[in-house]
C-alpha cells in the first residue's frame, strides 16, 4: 500500500510539460528539465577552496505550472547519508512563476541544515538572476544561472555587504547535462 500511495502522489506531482497558457515564460526553467551533474567549488572568506560533485534534477510539477528540482550532494550511491554529515545537501527547490509580478517565485529547502531560502527570479539579458531578501547581518544573496547551454550551465551563489554595488562569490557549479 505504501508504494501504491507513493506512485499516486507522484503521478499528481510529476506533469508531462508546462501548462500551455504561459508556456513561453515557462521556459525559463523549463530548459533544465532532466537530469544534471555538476563539479563545485566553494570559496570560505578564509580563502581554502572545497570542491564537491552534484546530482541536479529538474522536473515539471503541479499540472506544469511550476518547476521542482533536487540538488544533491554528496552524490548518493546505495545508501543514504547521514543527516548531520558535513557538506550533505539533499535540497529541493520549488519554482513557480508568477504573471502579476512577471518574476519567479523561488522557494530552496534543504533539511539537513535546516535552511530555507526565498528568491524572486528574473531574466536579466543572456542570466537569470534569482535575489534573495536582506538577512538580519544586512547582507544580501543571489543566485545566477550563466552561460546557459542546451546541455550545460553556469550557476553562482554570490553575496553583497554593500547594497549590490559589489558581489562575492561564495560558490560556482558548472554543470553538465547527463
Given at each position: 500500500?505504501?508504494?501504491?500511495?507513493?506512485?499516486?502522489?507522484?503521478?499528481?506531482?510529476?506533469?508531462?510539460?508546462?501548462?500551455?497558457?504561459?508556456?513561453?515564460?515557462?521556459?525559463?526553467?523549463?530548459?533544465?528539465?532532466?537530469?544534471?551533474?555538476?563539479?563545485?567549488?566553494?570559496?570560505?572568506?578564509?580563502?581554502?577552496?572545497?570542491?564537491?560533485?552534484?546530482?541536479?534534477?529538474?522536473?515539471?510539477?503541479?499540472?506544469?505550472?511550476?518547476?521542482?528540482?533536487?540538488?544533491?550532494?554528496?552524490?548518493?550511491?546505495?545508501?543514504?547519508?547521514?543527516?548531520?554529515?558535513?557538506?550533505?545537501?539533499?535540497?529541493?527547490?520549488?519554482?513557480?512563476?508568477?504573471?502579476?509580478?512577471?518574476?519567479?517565485?523561488?522557494?530552496?529547502?534543504?533539511?539537513?541544515?535546516?535552511t530555507v531560502v526565498k528568491?524572486?527570479?528574473?531574466?536579466?539579458?543572456?542570466?537569470?538572476?534569482?535575489?534573495?531578501?536582506?538577512?538580519?547581518?544586512?547582507?544580501?544573496?543571489?543566485?545566477?544561472?550563466?552561460?546557459?547551454?542546451?546541455?550545460?550551465?553556469?550557476?553562482?551563489?554570490?553575496?553583497?555587504?554593500?547594497?549590490?554595488?559589489?558581489?562575492?562569490?561564495?560558490?560556482?557549479?558548472?554543470?553538465?547535462?547527463?
Open positions: 500500500m505504501i508504494n501504491d500511495m507513493k506512485s499516486s502522489f507522484a503521478k499528481g506531482l510529476v506533469s508531462n510539460g508546462p501548462a500551455e497558457e504561459y508556456k513561453e515564460k515557462l521556459m525559463l526553467y523549463g530548459q533544465f528539465i532532466g537530469d544534471w551533474t555538476a563539479d563545485t567549488i566553494e570559496y570560505p572568506e578564509d580563502g581554502t577552496q572545497r570542491h564537491s560533485k552534484w546530482d541536479i534534477r529538474f522536473e515539471w510539477v503541479l499540472e506544469g505550472r511550476a518547476i521542482q528540482d533536487l540538488w544533491i550532494t554528496p552524490i548518493r550511491k546505495e545508501n543514504a547519508v547521514g543527516w548531520n554529515e558535513p557538506g550533505n545537501r539533499y535540497s529541493t527547490t520549488m519554482r513557480v512563476y508568477d504573471p502579476k509580478i512577471n518574476a519567479w517565485h523561488i522557494v530552496w529547502i534543504n533539511p539537513p541544515s535546516g528568491q524572486i527570479s528574473r531574466q536579466v539579458g543572456n542570466e537569470i538572476i534569482q535575489l534573495g531578501e536582506i538577512d538580519s547581518s544586512g547582507h544580501q544573496s543571489r543566485w545566477v544561472y550563466r552561460d546557459i547551454t542546451p546541455n550545460s550551465f553556469r550557476w553562482c551563489n554570490e553575496k553583497t555587504t554593500d547594497n549590490g554595488n559589489s558581489w562575492r562569490l561564495l560558490q560556482e557549479m558548472r554543470a553538465k547535462r547527463k
